[in-house]
């Protein structure tokens, strides 16, 4: 059983699909194929079923993903204990996702400042939902990730809050309720709300507040880019809660009056089982700085 192996297995089981993997291994589809065949044939056991197009696990698949994921996380970590010998030497590759939001309005400086203290770092750096991240770290496939805090994180998953985001209650200025001195939460549930999508964080904040008054939100539209919701709450198609970082004279913040604050955790996330390269450990240590 090989590494070769392993990662052509996680690559079609992810993907469900022999040419995807191909493409993500940057191999032909029939040096994918053989590599599962060897698999198979070294475990005895077929592992995937094809059946036209469709490509499903098997029970031996299925039972074999986990424990693959965890061996090719240990020989990352074992290549990482032993590249951090010399403590001092702060070189190689740091896989590393940030959300959209995070990406615009939080990291370019210390990533500048970063990339200067680091020359020799090569930084593969990806810009993704937070929710992507968060599954890329617990995966093994990134080494750190910037996202917006899961409110209930996997065990595996360790996170340190870097930013806290206060969110605020936003209209334009022509909105039906931009003018009124006091509102109630109960107000809001009347008019439209432009919100992050249903499977993200910080949509589940909110439901969950709202939820806790006992009230149903009237969701129009959904995006998980927060630039793109300022944008449509700036042209009056509805209400949102926004961070302080978003608003800008077009909008108008509303007075909830019955609303106890709403804060989302921005921070770092890693896998608890992974040991952390000198690259990463220096960029955590400058995160830290920010708190």
């Known amino acids: 059983m090989d590494t070769n ?8 089981a992810d993907s469900r699909s022999f040419s995807k993997a191909a493409d993500a291994l940057f191999i032909t589809q029939s040096a994918v194929s053989k590599r599962i ?5 070294q475990l005895d056991s077929k592992l995937f079923d094809r059946i ?8 031996a698949g299925n039972a074999l993903l986990p424990r693959a994921r965890d061996i090719l996380l240990q020989l990352d970590d074992a290549r990482r204990v032993i590249g951090n010998l010399n403590a001092g030497d702060v070189t190689g590759r740091l896989s590393l996702a940030a959300s959209h939001h995070i990406s615009l ?10 990339s200067q203290e680091c020359p020799r770092v090569e930084l ?7 929710e992507i991240a968060y599954e890329g770290v ?10 917006t805090l899961s409110p209930q994180p996997d065990a595996a998953i360790r996170s340190e809050i870097i930013w806290d985001d206060l969110l605020r209650y936003v209209v334009a200025p022509d909105h039906p309720l931009a003018n009124k001195p006091r509102i ?4 809001l549930t009347r008019y439209n709300a432009i919100l992050p999508g249903s499977n993200t964080f910080t949509r589940s904040l909110v439901e969950d507040l709202f939820a806790h008054h006992q009230l149903a939100l009237n969701v129009s539209m959904s995006t998980n880019y927060l630039d793109t919701v300022r944008m449509m709450v700036s042209i009056g ?16 913040v509303l007075n909830v009056i019955d609303s106890e604050p709403v804060h989302r955790n921005l921070g770092l996330i890693y896998h608890r089982n992974r040991t952390l390269s000198n690259a990463a450990g220096y960029l955590v240590e400058m995160l830290r700085q920010e708190r």
């Open 138 to 147: 617990l995966k093994g496939d990134l080494e750190l990730a910037l996202i």
């Open 184 to 187: 109630a939460l109960q107000e």
């Open 105 to 114: 309005h939080r990291l370019p400086p210390l990533l500048k400042q970063f």
């Open 5 to 12: 192996s392993l990662q052509a297995f996680l690559a079609v």
């Open 52 to 59: 036209g197009r469709t490509v499903s696990m098997t029970e």
């Open 124 to 130: 593969d750096l990806q810009f993704a939902e937070s």
């Open 237 to 252: 198609l509805g209400w949102s809660l926004l961070p302080d970082s978003l608003i800008t004279p077009e909008l108008r």
């Open 37 to 41: 065949a060897l698999l198979e044939e």
